[in-house]
Every structure is written in structure tokens, then in C-alpha cells.
């Protein structure tokens, strides 16, 4: 039976265009149809490296961005496979889910934990390349992990987990290249935190009428018709505190100059929000890949130091 796209996916998405017809359940079971969920889990451990590198005066390594993409396009495909296994049920009653490979009944659930083990020891044998410090920040991730896809079931900030989970590379991205932790990457760190609560609501509203007969919370749900405010709200506190950050680090005067576009590239995203438009709301969330290489882009220029200070301080 040939398999139609996803409804958050691209219809021309190379998965449903090039990969094996036998194939494709299990690549939509790590949501490689969607890659937008990988770079938003890789861009903060290569923004941790990128800090690191710029507070040295150094280019990131660019053998610890390599291992740090490997890594993070395995454990999205493991924590994908998880959070589908969990969710099968309540993904079966919602319709923008309804045709994911477990919840339609293509990939069973004993076969779905052999591709996530696999996934996942793939993604340790890249861990175990990275240092001592990285190694533990690593597997302390798991709890992270591992709790995530309860957290609709318990709170309705289940996007503030996810910003807790999804950021952890930048502590762990700074770690590897430095060997140890801090108050830089801490800030990067809480910047990402809420930059993920932010989009991740913007994801959450094309799911409002679902997620409600469903049962299921969100901060889309609980902020209603202030969900646009609350977004807005997010992202200063996330601009906020990744210029800290680069205050913090010492980073060049280049760094705020190319920073003002990231916090440019938010700000705009809740003044174009619509509620009853989830087309609309999923085109925004897919846009943070670009201000998650912006922001990059500002950490790499921070390495440059000019006698100028920032702004004059």
C-alpha cells in the first residue's frame, strides 16, 4: 500500500519522493519526512560549541558539529519512536497524527522499540567520542527524556519540558568542546528553553480543537486566545537572556550586531500568529530553524574582538 505524506509534512518531502516504498514507515517513524525537528534539536549544541569557540577566539570544531548532527538526528529518530509509543493511542484520535506509523498500525510496537534501542545505541557510541563531562550530561538527558511524553498528561506546559529537553545540547555542546560547564552556556541554555516554549506553542495551535477532544494539554490550550501574547512574552525573556549570555562570555561587538536579527526573526513570528490558522502556525514553527543558524551565526561572529564595546559598555 503506498503511503501518502504526512499531514506536517512538506508534500514533496524527500521521503515519500525518493526512499523505498518498504522503507518509509520507518523513516517517518524517526520523522525524517520533517527535518525540522532535527535541527531544532541540533542548533543549540552547535550554538554551545560555537559560544565555547568564540570565548577562545576560535572557528567551532568542526569535528564536534559533525558528531553533534550525527548524534541529534539519532535521538530525535529514538525519542520520535518513544513519544509514538507512548502516544499511540491518543495519537490515533487526532487527526494530524492518525497516520503516523504506529498509531495506523504499519509498524507494530515491539518494532518500533527495536528501532528506537538501535537508534539509540548508535547515538551513545557518538557520546562516548565527545569527553567525561559530556558523557554525563549526556545520559542525565535521558531522564529528560524519558518524562517528556508524560508531561501532557500532567501539566499544561508540556512545551517547557520540551524547551528543558531539546536544549540540553547547548550544555552539552559547550562541555564538549571546553570539558567543563559555565555561566554562559547556563544562560544560552535558558534562552533556548524559552525560545523551544515559544515555538512549540506556535506548534501546539494547529492541534487546539484535536488536543481538546482528546484531553490533551498544551500551553496553546491554556493560554486560548493570549497564546500570540504568551509567545511574544517567551521570546523576549529567550533574546533577554542569550544577550546576557554573550555579555556574559565577553563575546565581540559583531555578536549583539547579528544577535538583533535573531531577536528581530521572534518577535515577528507572534505578530503574525492566527489561531484558526494552523497552516500559518506550522510555517512559523518551521521558520525557527533559520533564527536557531541566525543566532549561530551571532556566536561565530562574537569570536572577533575589536576595541569597541558593546554599544559603548
Known sequence: MTTAPLPDAAPDNWVDRLAPEALRPWLKLGRFDRPAGIWLLLLPGWQGIAL???MNGRWPDLRLMIAFALGAALMRAAGCAYNDIVDRD???KVARTAGRPIASGRISVKQAWAFLAACSLA?????????LVAILLGIASLALVAAYPFMKRITWWPQAWLGLTFNWG????????????GWPAVLLYAGGVFWTLGYDTIYAVQDLEDDALAGVKSS????????PTGVMVFYLISIALVFTAGLTARLGPLFPLVAVLYAAHLISQPLRLKLDDPQRALKLFNSNRGAGLILFAALIAGLWRAPVAWFGF
Not at 547547548?170 to 560547564?181: K, N, Q, R, S, V
Request: no cysteine.
Open 52 to 54: 565555547a569557540a568564540a
Open 123 to 131: 547515538a551513545f557510541l557518538v557520546l562516548l567520542t565527545l569527553g
Open 90 to 92: 491518543i495519537d490515533a
Open 170 to 181: 547547548a550544555l552539552l555542546g559547550y562541555a564538549a568542546a571546553t570539558a567543563w560547564l
Open 220 to 227: 496553546a490550550r491554556r493560554l486560548g486566545r493570549s497564546a
